[in-house]
């Protein structure tokens, strides 16, 4: 594993000295551990010249399943840990992270972890909150054991899953805009407003583009929908989070949100087999 993550760095960076920089080492060792790598595998994985290092067909492979091993290893790492309380807490008790969407499906999750918790031998559960479309990592580095997870924005490929409930999409909207007036409104209606651009959430680290504000969390999206700087589209229980200043009018062409419960596919955990029949009863 300690040659598969030089190798990754080297990879990342196709640069030795930098690479040796971000792991904290003298570049001399970090090429002898390359080298013994190809040894290892009898491939070259890199091409060395004047001009620099590039992958070649085999490291673009091992780049690729290397980031899978790693993620595999770290998340084992991390659910054994929470398993065993030895994650720093001091408890012994089972412990499984739920990773949620800020402000999504707040009501089922309440509903979620009032149940379960009545339930014998019911583990503890640490909700973890994700960025837009973040829980797909967490469920693969181990960051989480489990999570609540919206189609068609997430991707659930590669995971186990049930579906727990489909809802209507609303826009929210400062409740002195004359759109909040409406009754109804169509995406075409939100899509095009000078006055009221949609916010934009990142996705992989970078934001689509756009004239409306850049959001990073939900308490700046509410504080801006309030100031009537911006507007956003939400799933229908959305509304439980609402300000005073917030006016929610139903989209009547927005496609509908689908929300599961998401867990990796190897998963053997009692604890959170538990929590699945629990949220699937629900």
């Known amino acids: 594993m300690r040659e598969l993550r030089y190798f990754m760095a080297v990879a990342e960076e196709l640069h030795f000295g930098r690479a040796a920089e971000r792991l904290g080492m003298a570049q001399p060792p970090l090429s002898r551990a390359i080298q013994q790598l190809e040894r290892r595998l009898g491939v070259s994985l890199l091409n060395r010249n004047r001009r620099g290092v590039a ?18 290893t770290t998340a084992a790492v991390r659910r054994t840990r929470r398993a065993s309380g030895a ?16 402000a999504a499906s707040h009501e089922l999750l309440q509903k979620l972890l009032d149940a379960y918790a009545a339930e014998p031998d019911a583990a503890e559960i640490e909700v973890v909150p994700s960025g837009t479309c973040e829980e797909e990592a967490m469920l693969r580095d181990g960051r989480a054991d489990v999570a609540l997870m919206h189609t068609p924005y997430n991707y659930l490929a590669g995971f186990d899953s049930e579906e727990l409930m ?18 109804t409104l169509t995406l075409a209606d939100v899509g095009d407003v000078p006055d009221l651009p949609l916010a934009r959430w990142p996705r992989n680290g970078t934001y689509p583009p756009g004239p409306g504000p850049e959001i990073r969390d939900q308490t700046q ?12 589209v939400f799933p229908e229980s959305a ?3 609402l300000w005073a200043e917030h006016t929610a009018v139903p989209l009547t062409d927005a496609h509908p949100i689908v929300t599961h419960i998401v867990w990796p596919a190897h998963s053997r955990s009692l604890a959170l087999a538990g929590l699945i029949r629990t949220a699937t009863r629900l």
């Open 55 to 72: 992958l070649t067909g085999a490291g673009e492979v091992l780049l690729h399943e290397g980031r899978a091993a790693l993620d595999a």
């Open 87 to 102: 994650d720093g807490t001091g408890g012994s008790r089972n412990r499984l992270a739920l990773a949620v969407k800020a």
């Open 166 to 183: 489909t809802e209507g999409q609303i826009a929210i909207l400062p409740a002195g805009h004359p759109l909040a007036a409406h009754r």
């Open 221 to 232: 999206l509410a504080q801006l929908i309030a100031l009537g700087r911006t507007m956003a």
């Open 239 to 241: 509304r439980a989070w």
